[in-house]
Structure formats: C-alpha cells, structure tokens
C-alpha cells in the first residue's frame, strides 16, 4: 500500500510561482515513474508532465518552458515547478505514481489532490 502525500497548492497571481511536492509514503520496491496531473472544472483530467525512473521527462505542450518536473529518489518525491502561472493553469493538481510494490507487480496511485488558483 502507497500513499502519495501532496503539497504546494495555493492562490497565485498571474506571473506568479508555485512548487508543488508529492512523496509517495509506504512500501515501495521501486518506482517507474511520477507525474502530475491536472483538472478543471467541466474539464478533462490531463497529463501536465512525467519523470521517468531513468529520469526522462515528458511535458505537455500548454506548460513546456514553465514548468519543471524533477524527483528526489531518496525521499521518493517529485517536484513541479511552476512559473510563469497564467489563469488557465488554475486547476486541482493530482500526483500519480506507478509504483512496484513487489517485484513485477506495478500499480498506479494517486495522491488527494492540490488546488491551484491563478487570478489577479
């Protein structure tokens, strides 16, 4: 069992930064990869960016050149970045981790969620 504990939400206004943080607590073999998702309201979930185990990552065009995905392998955490926020990046972010709990066995957790608020 994994719980993904987030943190870093908050009311920003635009321009503005936040730094969101995700550790992923519990027993944990190893971990495949980590991101960040985000929904709005009437909206669909959509992936804002990945960090794999080899430390690739993978962003989504809309936040490409603003925000940063990096992960401290050690505490289990990922970290996003976010600068240069702007209105539309107002949403509940969401961890996700797909984790080996054992050996061949990976599942996908997800964390609470974070709010974050982009407004003058």
């Known amino acids: 069992q994994v719980v993904l504990v987030e943190s870093g939400g908050g009311l920003v206004q635009p321009g503005g930064s936040l730094r969101l943080s995700c550790r992923a607590v519990?027993?944990?073999?190893?971990?495949?990869?980590m991101g960040w998702y985000r929904q709005a309201p009437g909206n669909q979930r959509e992936l804002v960016a990945v960090?794999?185990?080899?430390?690739?990552?993978n962003y989504a065009d809309s936040v490409k050149g603003r925000f940063t995905i990096s992960r401290d392998n050690t505490e289990n955490t990922v970290y996003l970045q976010m600068n240069s926020l702007q209105p539309e990046d107002t949403a509940v972010y969401y961890c996700?981790?797909?984790?080996?709990?054992?050996?061949?066995?990976?599942?996908?957790?997800w964390g609470q969620g974070t709010q974050v608020t982009v407004s003058s």
């Open positions: 519990g027993t944990i073999f190893s971990i495949n990869a």
């Open positions: 996700n981790a797909d984790v080996m709990t054992v050996v061949d066995v990976p599942d996908i957790y």
């Open positions: 960090i794999t185990g080899g430390g690739g990552t």
